[in-house]
């Protein structure tokens, strides 16, 4: 309960959970500018896509609601073709792949454009940034997930796992070089080109069916679905030997040494975290020899993970509005001057809120 006449103070859980962030942290994310660098290969012709696309949003639109409806779109069209995949081995209906190539595009669209109407509204801030990055790593899982069921991945869990696994694993890595270096870096082939090749992915789904990954290629005698997951490791190996790099040579401490700190709050980090409640079910569970069903362990484990992210997330961005004196969802309707006439931008700063 909060304090009032004759109340009491609330628990310091409670507290806690409802403001995530100390006043220290609180200071230094005001002084935090975000910081990027690089321009992929497909960026520069579509930049001119991207700045036609933003004449058609309304200045009243918010970044934060464009960041947030191109995720719910790749979103609800990944579930529709998962509700007919459950286990990734199954032929979908031709128009889920489609729609699935229409939700990305869609999504990667409306992530290219929000920094530039936050630009243009001059309503750039730490919350979108915050806002936009948590809104992609969502998107990042079902993304992974979305494109193993249309390949019909399933056939193969081993496979399925690594390249769900792998994209999360990327997503971290490459915000982990940016808690040590403070610069976020964008290589030639990064998530752009990711993302286009995913959509190339659902249209052979579309035309050929999920069927035609498991053709046989003549003489090589392997199957058609070996080249996207190639794709994936070919990828994931140049990237995360780029991102290494980083973490181990491009520290802002001392001869490039690593600074453990958070690279917008300027903190550190806590190990002890209602995150890890979740996997640690599935850990006990396996522990004792799967005491409990294993199915219904996994029903729990991302029923308990899904309600702790929404809590902690709405609770971070409603602490951060509140303390620099934001709206999450609404922005003023003046155009900033230096943004009369858009003019395209590197992609770094596409993804700036």
């Known amino acids: 309960m909060a ?58 639109m918010a970044p ?15 579930l529709v073709l998962i509700s007919y995949c459950p286990t990734a081995t199954e032929e979908a209906p031709y128009w889920t792949y489609l729609l699935c190539a229409l939700g990305l595009f869609i999504y990667q669209s409306l992530d290219a454009i929000d920094g530039k109407q936050a630009r243009r509204t001059n ?38 796992f690594f390249c769900s696994f792998i994209g999360m694993f990327m997503f971290y890595c490459a915000h982990w070089q940016t808690y040590v270096s403070g610069v976020l870096r964008f290589g030639k082939v990064d998530v752009t080109e990711i993302q286009l090749a995913l959509v190339t992915v659902f249209v052979l789904s579309t035309f050929g069916g999920a069927a035609m990954w498991d053709s046989t290629i003549p003489i090589l005698e392997i199957k058609l679905k070996i080249f996207p997951v190639l794709g994936v490791v070919g990828g994931a190996i140049f990237s995360c030997s780029n991102y290494f790099h980083v973490i181990l040579h491009g520290g802002v401490g001392k001869n490039g040494s690593t600074i453990a700190i958070a690279h917008m709050t300027k903190s550190e980090l806590y190990l002890q975290d209602t995150v890890f409640f979740g996997p640690g079910l599935l850990f006990l569970d396996q522990y004792f020899n799967n005491f409990v069903d294993e ?37 003023s309707y003046h155009e900033a001057p230096e943004q009369v006439q858009v003019l395209p931008s590197k992609s770094h700063q596409n993804n700036m809120d």
């Open 3 to 60: 304090a009032g006449a004759g109340g009491r103070q609330a628990p310091r859980w409670l507290k806690a959970l409802a403001e995530p962030l100390s006043a220290a942290q609180l200071r230094r994310l005001e002084e935090h500018r975000y910081s990027a660098a690089g321009v992929s290969l497909l960026e520069p012709p579509l930049q001119i896509y991207w700045t036609w696309l933003l004449q058609w949003i309304p200045l009243w």
């Open 64 to 78: 934060n609601s464009i960041t947030l409806l191109g995720l719910a779109v790749n979103l609800l069209t990944t």
């Open 123 to 160: 309503s750039c801030s730490p919350l979108g940034e915050l806002f936009d990055h948590g809104c992609d790593s969502l998107s990042t899982v079902f993304m992974a997930v979305g494109a193993s069921v249309a390949v019909r991945l399933g056939t193969h869990p081993d496979w399925l």
């Open 295 to 331: 199915y219904i362990v996994l029903w729990i484990a991302m029923v308990i993970s899904s309600f702790d992210m929404m809590m902690y997330f709405s609770a971070l961005c409603l602490q951060i509005s509140r303390h620099l004196h934001l709206n999450i969802f609404k922005t």
